[in-house]
């Protein structure tokens, strides 16, 4: 770059785009902006940008300035401490460690800032939401659900946990996840009022999903043909290894293929190119669009007052029979397996059950 003294001239100071530098205010009344590169005894030589993508040195004679206004490094900084809160639903342990620690590395390097006050109670806030979530709370909807309250309440928090995640994978347009993860959520929360409300909405998300796999495999034969006419335009070198790609593909793409439905997942992971994934998801999403429907009018008990139930009556000391028969209900409620293990060693814990 080209090195120019600076003349004070206007025609530079309109040219001239600032972002994030000092200050220069020149005794002709006016002032440039850019990041000292390099200074000697008499000049300083400055970074500036003629354009967001352009950036140009100017040279300024010390002789020239009445005064430097050097750039506020903190309030940059502060500028992403600020974002910090509120903090989002559902963040772990160690999410509000990482945020804790940008507060604290920003106080450390910015000690006196006029933003320590607001960086300090930023800090407060964090610390007091990550104490409740290390004690077992959950943040849900904005707010902070209590410890002992989330444990009254896990099965249906939890469930509410799960329908907050599939409903963030569907609106990031992460269809296969969502699925798959209302799968589990239906295994473990088949009698919640959360599954009531989730139904309609996976359904149309099913839908959706089936019409996108759909136009894929209606399309998939002249698309294979396609491809098939570009091999054979192409110089025998490239076809080859083109060919031998491709087959390298189909077989990693067969081998998950058969693990998937071993492992029983349902919905599989599609390819525009393998067949056999298009028309799995299209048959398996019809059954699950079957079973979805003829569900959405059978009775059910609420899972999640059985659960809230048995644990009322374990932490009020009822009876062997009576909390025995209260989780046998729970059971009966289709309560997951690990929802009821906790009832178990909460009444084995209370003596109500050995």
């Given at each position: 770059m080209k090195t120019h003294p600076i003349a004070g001239s206007l025609c530079f100071l309109v040219l001239t785009c600032t972002v994030s530098a000092d200050t220069f205010v020149l005794k002709d009344g006016s002032s440039v902006e850019g990041s000292i590169l390099r200074e000697d005894a008499a000049s300083y030589v400055v970074e500036?940008?003629?354009?967001?993508?352009?950036?140009?040195?100017?040279?300024?004679?010390?002789?020239?300035?009445?005064?430097?206004?050097?750039?506020?490094?903190?309030?940059?900084?502060?500028?992403?401490?600020?974002?910090?809160?509120?903090?989002?639903?559902?963040?772990?342990?160690?999410?509000?460690a990482q945020k804790i620690k940008t507060v604290e590395k920003f106080l450390a390097d910015h000690r006196g800032s006029s933003k320590s006050k607001e960086a300090k109670a930023i800090l407060a806030a964090l610390k007091s939401e990550a104490n409740e979530i290390l004690a077992g709370g959950v943040k849900m909807n904005g707010k902070i659900v209590p410890p002992a309250e989330y444990r009254a309440n896990a099965y249906d928090i939890d469930a509410r946990i799960q329908e907050a995640k599939i409903r963030a994978y569907v609106k990031d347009l992460q269809y296969l996840r969502a699925l798959r993860a209302f799968s589990e959520f239906d295994r473990d929360f088949r009698n919640t009022t959360t599954r009531a409300a989730l139904v309609p909405f996976i359904s149309q998300v099913m839908t959706t999903y089936m019409a996108e796999i759909g136009q894929?495999?209606?399309?998939?034969?002249?698309?294979?043909?396609?491809?098939?006419?570009?091999?054979?335009?192409?110089?025998?070198?490239?076809?080859?290894?083109?060919?031998?790609?491709?087959?390298?593909?189909t077989a990693e793409l067969e081998k998950r293929f058969k693990a998937e439905k071993e492992a029983k997942l349902g919905w599989v992971t599609t390819h525009p190119f393998f067949k056999p994934s298009l028309e799995e998801t299209i048959a398996f999403g019809k059954l699950e669009l079957t079973r979805l429907s003829a569900a959405k009018s059978a009775a059910a008990v609420d899972g999640g007052k059985a659960f809230r139930d048995a644990l009322s009556l374990i932490h009020g000391k009822g009876d062997k029979n009576t909390v025995t028969n209260a989780i046998t209900a729970a059971k009966t409620a289709m309560v997951a397996p690990r929802y009821i293990a906790i009832l178990e060693s909460a009444a084995q814990a209370s003596g109500v059950l050995k």
């Open positions: 500036v940008n003629i354009t967001k993508s352009i950036k140009d040195e100017r040279v300024i004679a010390k002789a020239d300035v009445a005064k430097i206004e050097r750039e506020q490094l903190d309030l940059t900084a502060f500028e992403a401490i600020a974002k910090l809160t509120p903090v989002p639903d559902l963040l772990t342990e160690e999410e509000y894929s495999l209606s399309t998939f034969d002249a698309r294979v043909k396609e491809r098939d006419v570009g091999l054979q335009r192409m110089p025998t070198a490239d076809r080859r290894a083109t060919e031998t790609a491709i087959r390298e593909e």
